[in-house]
């Protein structure tokens, strides 16, 4: 067995570590990806007065515990477990759906003022906030009504930035009805002060995303300094609520894995060999949690089928190399990839951002400082800092505060 492998099995999983204490950094980490609990009152008090009786809404289920249920999708009705989407912190044993309600779950999920503590006891000094219900919004089959959910999402989360606009850093959602109608999404989003928008991994329109139609939104994404995010589980291909067959367990958790990256990867695909990367050099794509230790191999092949087949197939000469878009043009998220931070050297570490994914389940949170301490422990400080904060401010332009800069002790 191989001195690489018996590293990664022999560094410990997170779950291990909860107990231990650790030297704070000497600067505060900025999580690169994390989400809100939408609150009951989020799409029918901010949504448009024609959609009200349409909005998700909170239902409370058969053993006690709350849902939002999204009407419209799959079989008629889509439920997200409230528990489900606030189990940070939790054993993973002790994670269980339709038991919890919204007394029981992170307050921060919703409350800004309360998130800022959870932020302090997580030793961390701000995030890029993302949906949590609005990300299986990404896959309803009515666009006019999905765009009407992401207009009352922004509205609400503008005040929920509002409470610590130093600390808790919004991405806009659009549903892309059209390039028209996402320009001018964009725009707005721009005004309300978030720091970069959140695209459906599929537009709404019959159009992949390198249609030369969507010129526009790429360049006034350029123009108006907002990056361009997708994030897991928003694309309708791989959505459980809308998956025509349902296989056997064992299978159906083996395709939603596999589908959590493979929807990722299929968009990054469309932008290189699409050519979008090649008219907008200057566009920066988010691939939001997906990890990223899977990146060399892919970038490999990326080069690999374009030497070798880009001729029968017909693709155009690039000026770049696939591979070199890929490390010019894209950053990857992720919580605990150990196998992205031991290949460094295939990698370009100023497109890593580290992320605490708070308050889902698979979120490090609140010991996402002992967590850092063991996989990083053989980066140098120049890559730590970077993929712990610099690159997450300088893609975002978000600002540094005294509270950010500074550590603080960790709670125990």
């Not at 001195?3 to 030297?23: A, D, F, M, P, Y």
């Not at 609990?37 to 909005?55: G, H, L, Q, V, W």
């Not at 239902?59 to 940070?88: C, F, H, K, W």
């Not at 606009?165 to 005004?191: M, Y």
Request: charged content about 25%.
């Amino acid at each position: 067995m191989s001195g690489r492998k018996n590293s990664l099995r022999e560094t410990r999983h997170i779950t291990e570590l909860t107990r231990e204490r650790v030297q704070p950094l000497p600067y505060k980490p900025i999580s690169g990806d994390s989400h809100v609990s939408e609150p009951p009152n989020c799409y029918r008090d901010y949504i448009e007065p024609k959609y009200r009786d349409r909005a998700p809404y909170v239902a409370q289920g058969p053993n006690g515990g709350q849902m939002y249920v999204i009407e419209g999708m799959g079989e008629g009705r889509y439920t997200i477990d409230l528990g489900l989407m606030s189990a940070a912190g939790l054993d993973p044993r002790e994670i269980r759906a339709g038991i919890r309600t919204y007394d029981d779950i992170h307050r921060g999920g919703w409350d800004g003022n309360a998130r800022v503590a959870d932020q302090d006891r997580d030793g961390i000094g701000g995030e890029v906030i993302y949906p949590s219900v609005g990300m299986a919004l990404c896959s309803h089959p009515d666009a006019e009504f999905k765009a009407a959910c992401f207009q009352a999402y922004n509205r609400w989360l503008a005040e929920f930035q509002s409470a610590a606009p130093d600390r808790l850093f919004g991405l806009g959602q659009t549903a892309v009805l059209s390039a028209r109608q996402t320009v001018a999404d964009l725009e707005k989003i721009k005004q309300m002060g978030f720091c970069g928008v959140m695209l459906p991994c599929e537009p709404a329109e019959a159009l992949e995303y390198d249609d030369p139609q969507f010129d526009p939104v790429w360049e006034a994404a350029v123009g108006l300094g907002l990056p361009i995010a997708f994030h897991i589980l928003t694309s309708r291909k791989g959505a459980p609520a809308v998956r025509p067959e349902k296989p056997d367990k064992r299978r159906n958790m083996a395709r939603f894995h596999h589908a959590l990256i493979r929807a990722n990867q299929d968009v990054i695909s469309t932008f290189i060999w699409g050519g979008v990367f090649e008219r907008f050099p200057a566009l920066r794509l988010v691939c939001a949690e997906a990890d990223a230790g899977w990146v060399p191999h892919f970038a490999y092949r990326l080069d690999h089928f374009y030497h070798r087949h880009r001729h029968h197939q017909g693709v155009d000469d690039m000026e770049r190399l696939p591979s070199v878009q890929l490390d010019e043009n894209v950053y990857f998220t992720f919580q605990d990839d150990l196998v992205a931070l031991n290949s460094l050297d295939m990698l370009n570490p100023r497109r890593l951002l580290w992320a605490n994914d708070f308050p889902h389940s698979d979120s490090t949170w609140p010991w996402s400082q002992q967590l850092l301490a063991e996989q990083t422990r053989r980066l140098s400080e120049a890559e730590r800092r970077a993929i712990l904060r610099d690159n997450v401010v300088e893609l975002f332009n978000l600002p540094l505060s005294p509270t950010q800069i500074h550590s603080r002790k960790i709670h125990e």
